[in-house]
């Protein structure tokens, strides 16, 4: 006595089919989660009222000493710890006033988290990014 086993094979490739078909791959590294303000726009070159209030942090970055320089307010430094006071600072006087976040094109990613690090450190209860588009290589 036989067992044909087409009827098998036949059930286990639709199966096979089906779930390649229905899988979705999801990459979740990479992905920052953050809320971008969808109201301003690069091509706006003006101020309200509502912008000068913000600590904006202008983040640039020397291709020779490989270091960025931080600029928040008055304040220019290439420490982080000078950042960090800075932003402290203007978060004891404006708690629950955006900071805004500046990087030039060419900043690594690496220390454009390095700065939302600090504003989470002094506890900046709103981060907003504003940014130069990325040169195209």
Not at 55 to 65: M, R, V
Request: aromatic share 8%; charged share 25%; proline share 7%.
């Amino acid at each position: 006595m036989s067992i044909d086993f087409t009827p098998i094979i036949d059930c286990a490739f639709n199966l096979l089919i089906f779930f390649m078909v229905t899988l979705k791959f999801s990459t979740t590294e990479g992905q920052l989660s953050a809320e971008l303000p969808k109201d301003v726009g690069l091509s706006r070159s003006y101020q309200t009222p509502k912008d000068l209030d913000k600590l904006k942090i202008h983040i640039s970055y020397d291709e020779k000493t490989k270091r960025p320089t931080y600029r928040a307010g008055r304040t220019t430094t290439q420490k982080r710890e000078d950042l960090l006071g800075e932003v402290v600072r203007f978060v004891q006087r404006s708690p629950g006033v955006p900071v805004e976040i500046s990087p030039d094109g060419e900043v690594p990613y690496a220390f454009l988290v390095l700065v939302m690090d600090v504003c989470t450190k002094a506890e900046a209860k709103e981060i907003q990014f504003s940014g130069v588009a990325a040169p195209i290589e």
